[in-house]
């Protein structure tokens, strides 16, 4: 995921506030102002692994995912890619590390993300 062009430069405690607040109630589309980049990415996920295709909303360090485009939807879930890992895999497939403060006991949450191609993968 590409760096946001307003990556905030709150602390990593204020962040990780935030992003717990955001699991505590749902967002929509529509809630989310002036976007820093969107786009359409098949996530993978659940057990056993299916891959769905999700738009995907990156606004400063949260990366919120929704079943479809509609600015009514609800949002299914957030990343935060402050501080995360990203690596590149096969085709045009690419890996988020992401830090779980909220569960410092687990291991780091893994999102398994595939653009549609080459250029879309350079875009995001």
């Known amino acids: 995921v590409r760096s946001s062009r307003t990556m905030s430069r709150e602390p990593l405690s204020d962040l990780v ?10 967002r929509t589309l529509e809630q989310i102002a ?10 993978q996920g659940g057990f056993p692994k299916t891959t769905k295709r999700r738009w995907f909303v990156l606004k400063g360090p949260f990366l ?17 890619v402050y501080d995360s890992k990203v690596k590149e895999r096969e085709g045009f497939t690419f890996e988020v590390e ?16 595939q653009a549609d191609n080459p250029t879309d993968l350079q875009r995001w």
């Not at 820093?36 to 996530?43: C, N, Q, R, S, Y």
């Not at 919120?64 to 935060?80: I, M, Q």
């Not at 992401?98 to 398994?112: A, E, I, L, N």
């Open 17 to 26: 506030a935030k992003w717990n607040d955001l699991h505590k109630g749902k």
């Open 34 to 43: 002036e976007p820093d980049f969107e786009g359409w990415l098949a996530k």
């Open 64 to 80: 919120f995912y929704f079943s479809d485009k509609d600015p009514r939807a609800e949002c299914k879930g957030v990343v935060l």
């Open 98 to 113: 992401m830090k779980v403060p909220r569960r410092p006991s687990k291991t780091d949450k893994h999102f398994v993300l």
